[in-house]
Every structure is written in C-alpha cells, then in structure tokens.
C-alpha cells in the first residue's frame, strides 16, 4: 500500500527542486512561484501569470530506455488549461517529469490530441489509480502523451547567440 503522505512530501520536494533549477537558468517562463494550494492543477507559476508548469516525480522512468509508449498526467490539468486559455489566450502550459536522472517537458496545446499540425501527440484513457490523497483506487481520466514528442527540458530554454 502507498503511503500517500510520503508520496505528497517527495513530490514536493521534487517540485521544489525543479522550480530551483529552472529559476537559476534562463528559461522561456521567467521567475516562477509554487501555487499556495498542495492540490492546485499547476504546481508553478510565472509571475506574470503567462505560464504555468505542472510537475510530475516519476524516479522509476528511465526515459532514454522507456517501455511505455506515453507519460500521462490527470485529464483535469488538460481542462484546467483550456479554461485559462480562454481567460487568456496569451498564456502558455506546460508539463515536466523528472524522470531517472533526466527532465523532459511537453507543452499544453489547445487542439485536443493534435498539435497544431494536426498530428496526433496525445490520447485520453481512464486508469484506476489512487491518486489524489485520498488513498483508495478510483477511475481516473488521463491524458497519455506520446513519448516521442516529449522533449528535453533545455528544447525551451533561451539560448544566447554567441
């Protein structure tokens, strides 16, 4: 059985590590904040709210030589996004695992499973799972992102013309 306090104390520890990382390199979102609420859909944000970033801790994720065919995350983080979207069109979501020694990242897209070249980049399928804090399992929706269009995290980093 998890023990889901120990889980929540890792992942925001891990969170926090990212958060540290990304603030102390130049990336695209600027200086970002953790969100006050221990169940917020985005664990950080901008300061201009233009940017929102979900964390995801998976140690056991060897994305070099992964078996899977997608990393997912909770279909609510995809509509909690498009509500902002329509709030303001300007802002931008993203998703990071930090997978086993490696952190890549995936950008929300407002075309549902397409990019907007109409290529397919994601599906939804409900997993039972006891995620949540609640402690018991329950169907869950997600959303599986291929992982051949997940990229390394620095794919959004500014790079300086030298």
């Not at 104390?9 to 102390?24: A, C, D, P, V």
């Not at 909690?80 to 490696?102: A, H, T």
């Not at 399928?125 to 609640?134: A, I, P, T, V």
Request: aromatic fraction near 14%; include cysteine.
């Amino acid at each position: 059985m998890r023990n889901l306090k120990e889980d929540l104390k890792i992942g925001k520890k891990e969170e926090i590590k990212t958060m540290n990382f990304l603030n102390n390199n130049k990336n695209i979102f600027g200086k970002l904040s953790q969100d006050k609420d221990n169940f917020a859909n985005f664990d950080l944000v901008s300061a201009d709210k233009k940017f929102y970033v979900e964390h995801k801790h998976r140690p056991d994720i060897d994305f070099k030589n992964c078996r899977y065919d997608s990393l997912y995350f909770d279909k609510i983080k995809y509509d909690k996004y498009i509500e902002l979207k329509k709030k303001d069109p300007e802002i931008r979501s993203f998703i990071i695992w930090n997978c086993s020694g490696e952190r890549v990242i995936w950008e929300f897209h407002e075309y549902l499973w397409e990019n907007e070249k109409g290529e397919c980049e994601m599906y939804f399928s409900e997993q039972l799972n006891q995620d949540r804090g609640k402690g018991y399992l329950q169907d869950t929706l997600m959303c599986n992102v291929f992982i051949e269009d997940i990229k390394p995290i620095s794919h959004f980093f500014k790079i300086e013309n030298t």
